[in-house]
């Protein structure tokens, strides 16, 4: 477990905002992983939500620089078939125990989601000190990051799901937030026109953040 906290330590440290992406053509990977790099946000989330996804994270892997993930980890075959395209991390939204099992059994380091006290309990029990927490809004966002950095001291958190350009200041101050997760920098509407300069911008500001 200690490889897999400093892997994913190591991630989070390389920028303040992982893009969580939705690609539903292949031809787009290659552009679009690199407008994210050039713009400073190695770090990327393919969610595994459209049936390209695999392929994407297959052809975003060749990209330089670039440290490509598999996001929306919900089956064991889904997890088998991220490490298969050439995933070197994987992220799921909440952490039953056979889908963790399965991503230790892979190797695939991972950033496992938990939303309340238990869940994030339960990792840490299992040796997961930096969670993904999702919906990170919906969850109760700020408050509870505060509430649960109280009790959970060694955790750290990835916020994700709600965070936008106007609230991901206020996640990054928190002392438990090491990075955040979140979908404006490269939305579908976007990525579907080709708009790799404009992304890149989003990714410049998204990677200027402080933390
Ligand atoms: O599919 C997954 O596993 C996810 O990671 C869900 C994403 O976290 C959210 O869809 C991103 O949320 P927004 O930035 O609010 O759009």
């Known amino acids: 477990m200690?490889?897999?906290t400093a892997y994913i330590?190591?991630?989070a440290a390389l920028a303040p905002i992982i893009p969580?992406?939705?690609?539903?053509d292949v031809a787009h990977a290659v552009p679009l992983a690199e407008a994210l790099v050039r713009g400073g946000l190695p770090v990327l989330e393919v969610t595994l939500r459209t049936p390209a996804a695999l392929g994407v994270i297959a052809a975003m892997a060749t990209v330089a620089g670039a440290r490509v993930g598999a996001g929306t980890l919900v089956t064991i075959a889904d997890v088998e078939a991220a490490k298969a395209a050439g995933a070197t991390f994987g992220v799921t939204p909440g952490s039953p125990v056979a889908l963790v099992d399965a991503c230790l059994a892979a190797g695939l380091p991972?950033?496992?989601g938990a939303a309340t006290a238990t869940e994030a309990m339960t990792?840490?029990?299992?040796?997961?000190?930096?969670?993904?927490?999702?919906?990170?809004?919906?969850?109760?966002?700020?408050?509870?990051?505060k509430g649960l950095g109280g009790p959970l001291p060694g955790l750290s958190f990835c916020p994700t799901g709600g965070v936008t350009?106007?609230?991901?200041?206020d996640y990054l101050?928190?002392?438990?937030?090491?990075?955040?997760?979140g979908s404006w920098i490269a939305p579908s509407n976007l990525v579907k026109a080709g708009k790799w300069d404009e992304i890149e911008e989003r990714a410049r500001h998204a990677a200027a953040l402080p933390r």
């Open 110 to 112: 991972l950033l496992p």
């Open 173 to 181: 101050a928190l002392s438990n937030v090491v990075c955040a997760g």
């Open 9 to 11: 330590r190591e991630l």
């Open 165 to 169: 350009p106007e609230n991901a200041r």
């Open 20 to 24: 969580v992406l939705v690609v539903e």
């Open 123 to 145: 990792l840490q029990a299992r040796g997961f000190e930096v969670l993904k927490f999702f919906p990170a809004e919906g969850a109760g966002g700020i408050k509870t990051l």
């Open 2 to 4: 200690k490889n897999n």
